[in-house]
């Protein structure tokens, strides 16, 4: 540790010009100390200019500060260069692979404790004695032990690359300043170095603050993660519920057929048995009385036939009239068709059911949880670029509104038009686009007459019935900027919202339907201002939608086609 604190202490005194220790140092008037022949160098190549800056600080003086030898430092310097290395320290171990190793050893080497840069070789503490002994080491720049000496020797003129040209950008020696370099712009290295130290450092406090917003942002991520996590175990604790109570209600209704089939088929075969019964007594009888007859066919006695024959010929009505028991079909397995038919129309209903309803959970709003939303556009060129082509859907208009252009323009009429029933149709002068609308969407409309509703809908919002129920921006489902000649306002579920901007026949509206963001801009000319923006989350497919001032006939609102 002694010897770390000398090696500060010969930095602490070297001058930032020569970078060798201060002689006959002189202390300027912003506090830096340099040695007094190389400040004054410095001063008169900025002579010209009348203005005298600091190597280092490059804080400005006028006139010319004058100097004077600073006694104090000077017996400090005198007493540091006589400063010896402490012998015993641990750095006269041996080298390791990654340390630097003395240049004067032989055999196995020791760590090099200083490099000169005058003899261009690394010292153990041992061999790096003279320096300290000898009066002719006494100039040469000691520093830390380096393996790349050579690279701070000039390959021209072998001298130590003191100087710094900035105008080729590369470290040079005193003698290419006066030589090839002369005439650019030179400063020392350790000026230079000053320099973009300051500029290190900005880079550092760049590097520091993108730290931070990354670890700003990991944490946003861990939340996202986290939500993912708690609503996916919420999802499967739910439809798990949900399935096991479908099992439940099917091994319910499993169970009721079962024991309708089997009350049935108890009841069918009771009905079957009892006629089999009578079958059995009447076939006992017919036998018996066949019998009988053949015995009579048999006797001799002509008197006694013709006695007998009237009551053994009489037969009794048969128990049933067709061979079969009425009600009763002879194909066992009719007695079921109706139950089986009726099985297999539920369980190709719950098929279908399953299939499409699993179709509705949305890969891209999965992934919509993982992607970083994009900032919102800010020129009407930017908006553009999300521009959607948008039409009216006929089958969702008011029987009052007539729909030209394309069906990009609607008009309020005073006659109903020869629309035909359909089951979409709107009321209170409405229409639905027939396009759906999710991810990133723009498009802009002209309005004139005494009122326009712009809207965004769920398609599943009422057609017809009472006004909250059905009209834009007064129920749940939609979301609408209310536009008149001298205000705007915004509404969702029968909450109206006073908005403040200027008023202009042509509105833009932006929807991002992932972000949950709806936008209303007013447009002059490529001037957009922004009228209202709304945050919510939206769980379907969205449907533009306009509302025409309801009674005011003329008035018309169109979808505009953007390029």
């Not at 004067?104 to 090099?112: L, M």
């Not at 009892?274 to 066949?290: G, N, P, S, V, Y």
């Amino acid at each position: 540790m002694a010897q770390k604190g000398v090696q500060l202490d010969r930095e602490s005194f070297s001058c930032s010009i020569c970078l060798d220790l201060l002689k006959n140092p002189v202390a300027i008037p912003c506090g830096h100390s340099y040695c007094m022949n190389c400040i004054k160098s410095h001063w008169d190549g900025e002579d010209v200019k009348r203005e005298f800056s600091c190597p280092q600080c490059r804080q400005t003086f006028k006139p010319r500060p004058v100097l004077g030898k600073n006694t104090m430092l000077a017996d400090l310097v005198e007493k540091l260069k006589k400063t010896r290395p402490d012998p015993a320290l641990p750095s006269q171990s041996y080298a390791g692979p990654e340390d630097v190793s003395c240049d004067v050893c032989t055999g196995r080497k020791r760590k090099a404790c200083r490099s000169c840069l005058q003899c261009m070789v690394c010292f153990c503490e041992e061999h790096l004695q003279p320096h300290f002994d000898s009066p002719a080491y006494k100039k040469h720049k000691l520093v830390e032990p380096s393996k790349e000496l050579q690279e701070s020797v000039c390959s021209v003129h072998n001298e130590v690359m003191k100087m710094f040209c900035r105008t080729d950008q590369q470290s040079i020696c005193y003698l290419c300043s006066v030589d090839e370099h002369k005439g650019h712009d030179t400063v020392s290295a350790a000026a230079e170095r000053t320099e973009r130290q300051r500029g290190l450092e900005g880079t550092r406090l760049d590097i520091q603050q993108r730290v931070r917003d990354s670890q700003r942002d990991l944490y946003v991520y861990e939340l996202i993660v986290d939500s993912i996590n708690r609503s996916a175990d919420k999802t499967v604790e739910h439809f798990g519920k949900t399935f096991t109570e479908l099992i439940r209600l099917v091994k319910e209704r499993h169970s009721d057929v079962k024991q309708q089939v089997r009350s049935k088929q108890e009841t069918e075969v009771g009905r079957v048995k009892e006629f089999q019964e009578k079958l059995e007594q009447e076939i006992t009888e017919l036998k018996r009385k066949d019998a009988e007859l053949q015995k009579l066919s048999l006797t001799e006695d002509h008197n006694k036939f013709l006695q007998d024959y009237p009551s053994l010929s009489a037969l009794s009505e048969s128990t049933h009239s067709s061979g079969k028991p009425p009600g009763i079909k002879t194909r066992h397995w009719g007695y079921y068709e109706d139950v089986t038919a009726a099985v297999s129309e539920l369980r190709n209903k719950l098929h279908d059911d399953l299939r499409e309803g699993w179709t509705n959970i949305s890969q891209t709003e999965v992934d919509g949880l993982l992607s970083q939303p994009e900032p919102e556009p800010k020129t009407r060129a930017e908006f553009l670029k999300y521009s959607r082509d948008i039409t009216m859907d006929p089958n969702t208009a008011d029987a009052f509104l007539l729909l030209s252009a394309g069906n990009r323009k609607a008009t309020m009429m005073e006659e109903e038009q020869s629309y035909s029933s359909h089951p979409e149709r709107s009321m209170w002068s409405q229409v639905l686009s027939r396009e759906s609308l999710t991810g990133r969407c723009y498009w802009e409309v002209k309005w004139e007459g005494d009122g326009l509703s712009l809207a965004v809908t769920y398609r599943s919002i009422k057609r017809a019935g009472c006004m909250p129920d059905c009209t834009f921006g007064h129920n749940k489902k939609s979301w609408a900027l209310d536009c008149n000649p001298s205000y705007y306002s915004f509404c969702t579920n029968d909450i109206q919202t006073r908005v403040l901007g200027p008023q202009t026949s042509r509105v833009g509206v932006y929807l991002d339907h992932s972000a949950g963001v709806l936008s209303f801009y007013s447009i002059i000319s490529d001037t957009m201002t922004l009228l209202h923006r709304f945050r919510t989350t939206f769980t379907q497919p969205l449907y533009a939608g306009l509302r025409l001032g309801w009674s005011f006939p003329g008035d018309t609102a169109e979808l505009c086609k953007l390029k």
